[in-house]
């Protein structure tokens, strides 16, 4: 019985697995005949598992400093003190003054 258990849960996550695959398959060729259809250039795409993080990018640099999800200064006694922090340590905002 155990057996037959741990060989369903194998199947099963490989069903997942392949899912997921298909879906992103499904949506990368919908959206590369979108921009086909736009006439627009893809200088890229990034898939990745990184969770709860936006870096905006453009010419291959930072457009603003990013804030992540794990980072530590955040980690203050009160949110006013965590804020606090947080701005004063981020670097200026290129091309202000």
């Given at each position: 019985?155990?057996?037959?258990?741990?060989?369903?849960?194998?199947?099963?996550?490989?069903?997942?697995?392949?899912?997921?695959?298909?879906?992103?398959?499904?949506?990368?060729?919908?959206?590369?005949?979108?921009?086909?259809?736009?006439?627009?250039?893809?200088?890229?795409?990034?898939?990745?598992?990184?969770?709860?993080?936006?870096?905006?990018?453009?010419d291959g640099r930072?457009?603003?400093?990013?804030?992540?999800?794990?980072?530590?200064?955040?980690?203050?006694?009160?949110?006013?003190?965590?804020?606090?922090?947080?701005?004063?340590?981020?670097?200026?905002?290129?091309?202000?003054?």
């Open positions: 019985m155990w057996t037959a258990c741990r060989s369903w849960l194998r199947l099963r996550a490989w069903l997942r697995a392949l899912v997921w695959r298909n879906t992103v398959a499904e949506a990368a060729a919908a959206a590369a005949a979108a921009l086909q259809a736009a006439d627009c250039r893809v200088a890229a795409v990034v898939l990745s598992g990184q969770m709860q993080n936006l870096i905006p990018v453009a930072c457009l603003r400093p990013a804030l992540l999800y794990s980072d530590t200064r955040a980690q203050a006694s009160s949110p006013n003190e965590r804020a606090s922090s947080i701005v004063a340590s981020l670097p200026a905002e290129r091309g202000s003054g």
